[in-house]
Nanobody, 128 residues
Framework: QVQLVESGGGLVQAGGSLRLSCAAS????????MGWFRQGPGKEREFVARITWRGGATIYADSVKGRFTISRDNAKNTVYLQMNSLKPEDTAVYSC?????????????????????WGQGTQVTVSS
């Protein structure tokens, strides 16, 4: 089992920045990749970004490319999501998730089906 706890959400004005953290505990050595997803009001959950735990390979949704950066600190078992130039449409509950199965680099891991463990989420609200 892997436990995930997000933090860092809050209220920010459009154009501002926030950094989300996701601390992993438990069987973290079995984790292949970590991802961030978000669910806005009245919307389905959508992929934001993911990073492989060892190689640090990243993939982003088109909607956040150039504004968000995913990173990890292996020593702290923590994944971060730096969010810059925030827009009101970024308002959502942001959740981190973990992949415990190895996949080759041909897999984007942008689908929820790849993720085995999920955090509770943290609210991000961007005011206009």
């Amino acid at each position: 089992q892997v436990q995930l706890v997000e933090s860092g959400g809050g209220l920010v004005q459009a154009g501002g920045s926030l950094r989300l953290s996701c601390a992993a505990s438990g069987r973290t050595f079995s984790t292949y990749a970590m991802g961030w997803f978000r669910q806005g009001p009245g919307k389905e959950r959508e992929f934001v970004a993911r990073i492989t735990w060892r190689g640090g390979a990243t993939i982003y949704a088109d909607s956040v490319k150039g504004r968000f950066t995913i990173s990890r600190d292996n020593a702290k078992n923590t994944v971060y999501l730096q969010m810059n130039s925030l827009k009101p449409e970024d308002t959502a509950v942001y959740s981190c998730a973990a992949v415990s199965t190895f996949y080759t680099s041909t897999y984007s891991l942008s689908g929820e089906r790849y993720y085995d463990y999920w955090g509770q989420g943290t609210q991000v609200t961007v005011s206009s």
